[in-house]
């Protein structure tokens, strides 16, 4: 059997971009390295310190060391490691212990969300709904169950997002793709599946209003579509918010104010390191001679 190369390797574990992103990252550290193939924990340590010195950033550092254990499971799952010298080594950011950028998913991957078929004609409906909700407008589990049907102005094409302890409430556009499902669901599928006395938009297949452990069990079927990565309400959110500010380039007050951060610091941990400046960064501080 042939052995599978590097690139294709990330090129079926993660986005294109990421992909291309990270095997720049690995031929600098193996060309600049050129012992990496045996390196042990305490290597790689001296690299990463290395690193710090020459660049503080921790999204940039964290991304270098996501890179490098990416090349580490490549070699062990080709055979020519049996082990995997840096599998539990993590970079520890004070200001975001959470958010891990380069785990998060693209627009892209987060529509293949929607592509699942549903063996129950009013789920597929309900889901469809329940999902753009967390895509588009990247809401908390928390918040859509206690959307209301008074919460949504399809005239206007809005919905209301209510104050919690933690999050702003705000208003937000529904996309146009949005305005149709929302109608059928509300207008036709959610009067059939209603067995209470409830105005809450998302229902349960019973038929009673959807908990947060019910929307968790939505995305569950969808883990296999990804692996190597969570996928759950909190990670969809992560990302359509770093989606915004990395993809869609919408300032940071547009976005602080999209996702209801009360805090401007809180949205600024989503900016994501510009790749080239990566590249520049690496050229600059490990050149290869």
Not at 140 to 156: A, R
Not at 203 to 227: A, E, R, T, W, Y
Request: with cysteine.
């Amino acid at each position: 059997m042939e052995k599978i190369k590097l690139e294709d390797y990330l090129k079926q574990r993660l986005a294109e971009k990421t992909a291309q992103s990270y095997l720049f990252t690995i031929n600098n550290f193996i060309k600049t390295n050129p012992k990496c193939k045996r390196y042990k924990f305490h290597d790689i340590i001296n690299y990463m310190d290395e690193v710090t010195q020459k660049q503080s950033n921790t999204q940039y550092r964290i991304r270098i060391l996501s890179a490098i254990k990416k090349y580490y499971e490549y070699l062990v799952m080709t055979g020519v490691r049996k082990d995997h010298p840096c599998k539990k080594l993590n970079i520890k950011n004070r200001s975001n212990l959470d958010i891990q950028l380069q785990d998060l998913f693209s627009s892209e991957e987060l529509q293949l969300l929607l592509q699942r078929e549903n063996r129950y004609w009013f789920l597929e409906s309900r889901n469809n709904v329940l999902l753009s909700l967390l895509i588009y407008q990247g809401l908390t589990s928390e918040e859509i169950t206690k959307l209301e049907l008074k919460d949504i102005d399809l005239e206007n094409g809005t919905i209301y997002i209510k104050t919690s302890n933690t999050l702003n409430g705000r208003t937000l556009e529904l996309l146009n793709k949005q305005i149709l499902p929302l109608s059928k669901y509300i207008d036709e599928v959610r009067p059939k599946m209603l067995r209470c006395n409830t105005d809450k938009l998302i229902l349960n297949k019973l038929g009673k209003p959807i908990s947060v452990d019910g929307i968790h069990s939505v995305i569950d079927p969808l883990k296999n579509l990804f692996p190597d990565r969570k996928l759950n309400p909190q990670t969809i959110r992560m990302s359509v918010i770093c989606n915004w500010l990395n993809e869609k380039k919408y300032d940071l007050v547009k976005v602080q104010e999209l996702a209801g951060h009360k805090w401007p610091g809180t949205t600024e941990k989503y900016i994501r390191v510009d790749v080239n400046a990566e590249r520049e960064l690496i050229n600059r501080y490990f050149p290869i001679l």
